[in-house]
T-cell receptor
Framework: GAGVSQSPSNKVTEKGKDVELRCDPI?????LYWYRQSLGQGLEFLIY????????KSGLPSDRFSAERTGGSVSTLTIQRTQQEDSAVYLC???????????????FGEGSWLTVV | AQTVTQSQPEMSVQEAETVTLSCTYD???????LFWYKQPPSRQMILVIR??????QNATENRFSVNFQKAAKSFSLKISDSQLGDAAMYFC???????????FGGGTRLMVKP
């Protein structure tokens, strides 16, 4: 697609429920990132996918968080048993390449705003 | 680990004037990239300008330019002829030459007064 597409744009869920957030990267981009932006704070790295390599999960805050990337394209971030502190904007981004193309620009989607009540 | 610091939580500028946003970073690497991103209320992070650490020349993009001081680990953004549409959060970001991710500063909220 023309840009990084994320859905849903906004999600309100009850504490304890599971949520799935979807990201469709720019066509041809092999690298995909998830970031979290809490209210009034900067961006926190969550997870990184590059092609068929094992993902870099070093930023996931707990085992309630997981992500998949199917077919090297669309990614789903899943948060199980949501807590109020999970409320944030979840931003997805993509770029042409990873390690050997670290100068490539990373393009962001508009984010999914998650509110846990 | 690399850190990025933006010491100005908020800045204000009069329309048509010039404003400079500060950013400092800490790294032991010599190969890296620096970026300024703009985040309007729509939430989408938009790349404003990028700088390769190996380049001595400061990057410019129309009304946006940077002052890259490698020895001082400083990377400030200058916005000339400020416009109302420049009002947004601005994030400075660092990416290692061997790394996969961006490390962001805490952001500076820029307000533009008509």
């Amino acid at each position: 697609g023309a840009g990084v597409s994320q859905s849903p744009s906004n999600k309100v869920t009850e504490k304890g429920k599971d949520v799935e957030l979807r990201c469709d990267p720019i066509s041809g981009h092999t690298a995909l990132y998830w970031y979290r932006q809490s209210l009034g704070q900067g961006l926190e790295f969550l997870i990184y996918f590059q092609g068929n390599s094992a993902p870099d999960k070093s930023g996931l805050p707990s085992d309630r968080f997981s992500a998949e990337r199917t077919g090297g394209s669309v990614s789903t971030l899943t948060i199980q048993r949501t807590q109020q502190e999970d409320s944030a904007v979840y931003l997805c981004a993509s770029s042409l390449g990873g390690f050997r193309h670290s100068g490539n620009t990373i393009y962001f989607g508009e984010g999914s705003w998650l509110t846990v009540v | 680990a690399q850190t990025v610091t933006q010491s100005q939580p908020e800045m204000s500028v009069q329309e048509a004037e010039t404003v400079t946003l500060s950013c400092t970073y800490d790294t032991s690497e010599s190969d890296y990239y620096l970026f300024w991103y703009k985040q309007p209320p729509s939430r989408q992070m938009i790349l404003v300008i990028r700088q390769e650490a190996y380049k001595q020349q400061n990057a410019t993009e129309n009304r946006f330019s940077v002052n890259f001081q490698k020895a001082a680990k400083s990377f400030s953004l200058k916005i000339s002829d400020s416009q109302l549409g420049d009002a947004a959060m601005y994030f400075c970001a660092y990416r290692s030459g061997a790394g996969n991710m961006l490390t962001f500063g805490g952001g500076t909220r820029l307000m533009v007064k008509p």
